[in-house]
Structure formats: C-alpha cells, structure tokens
C-alpha cells in the first residue's frame, strides 16, 4: 500500500475522496455480500449443521453495519472538515472493532473449515465456504486500507499536537 499523507493538508485532500471509495466498494459489497451467506449458513445449519452457526453470521453482520454507519455518519464527515479533537478516539474506537471483527471472522472461517460436510448440505457449505472466504478478504482489505492508509494522518496529528505543562 501506499505511504500515508504526511500533512493535515494532505490528509483533507485525500481522505473525501478515499472514504468516498471505501463506502462505494467497501461498504457497499459488505451490505451486498452477507446477507446471502447468513440465508447460505441457514442452509447449512438446517442440512445438519451446527446450531447457531446463522446467528454468528448475523451478528457479525449487524456489528459491520453498526460499525460501517458510524464511519459514514460521524467519522467520515469529521475527516472532510480536516478532523477535530474527537477524531483521534473515534479512530482508536473503530480500531478496536477492526480487531473484533477480525478475530470473529477468524473463528467463523475455523469453524466452516472443522465442519464435517453432512451429505444433506454439501453444497450449501460450500458455497458458503467460498463466499465466506471472499467476504472475509474483502474486510481484510477494508481495514487495512482504513488503519494503514486513511486512518494514520490523522492519529499523527493528534500525536504531534504539543502539550501543555502540566498536562498528561
């Protein structure tokens, strides 16, 4: 990936049109994406898979689209006006998530990949599988792009904003 702007100014620059990218591509796959795999893990949960394997699918999904709305409604705009003081721990909160999700879709892509494959939903795992997969790459790569390209400028420079005595 490409090196981060080193500048305020740069960082106002790139960040509309980059978050602008990130919610047409991005976002906008995710929405697009899981609610196939959650009606795929259904299907493998009623062909014999197991129990609750569709409910972790789905709350994965209402956390990205909590966490996706968040970002188009609070951080985004933020980082078209050029951040604020906020934008620092709204940044630090949605890292968090990143990782949560991360390890979520880390866990659910072990458990597809342990599931022995009951005849009656072969297919269906599958295809689940591979979906899956996908949808897990494509959130890899939104991530990264958001913590190690759009994100950065402005965390610097909340980081270089001088103290004042006496403060921590």
């Known amino acids: 990936m490409s090196e981060a702007p080193a500048t305020t100014a740069d960082a106002r620059a790139v960040a509309p049109a980059l978050s602008e990218q990130i919610v047409t591509h991005y976002h906008e ?3 697009r994406d899981l609610p196939p795999i959650v009606a795929l893990a259904r299907e493998v949960e009623a062909g ?5 394997l569709a409910d972790r699918v789905r709350a994965l999904a209402a956390d990205l689209e909590q966490h ?5 409604m609070r951080l985004f705009p933020m ?3 050029g951040g604020n003081t906020l934008i620092a721990q709204l940044i630090d909160d949605l890292q968090v998530e ?5 390890d979520e879709v880390a866990s659910l892509r072990a458990t597809l990949d342990a599931l022995p494959v009951p005849p009656t939903a072969a297919a269906a795992l599958d295809r689940l599988r591979l979906a899956f997969g996908k949808f897990a790459a494509d959130l890899t790569q939104h991530a990264q792009l ?4 759009l994100f950065p400028p402005f965390v610097a420079r909340r980081e270089a904003t001088p103290r004042r005595p006496g403060s921590p």
């Open 29 to 31: 796959m995710h929405r």
């Open 79 to 81: 980082m078209e006006q």
């Open 48 to 52: 014999g898979g197991p129990p609750g």
């Open 98 to 102: 990143h990782k949560v999700h991360g």
């Open 146 to 149: 958001e913590d190690e390209i």
């Open 68 to 72: 996706m709305r968040n970002e188009e």
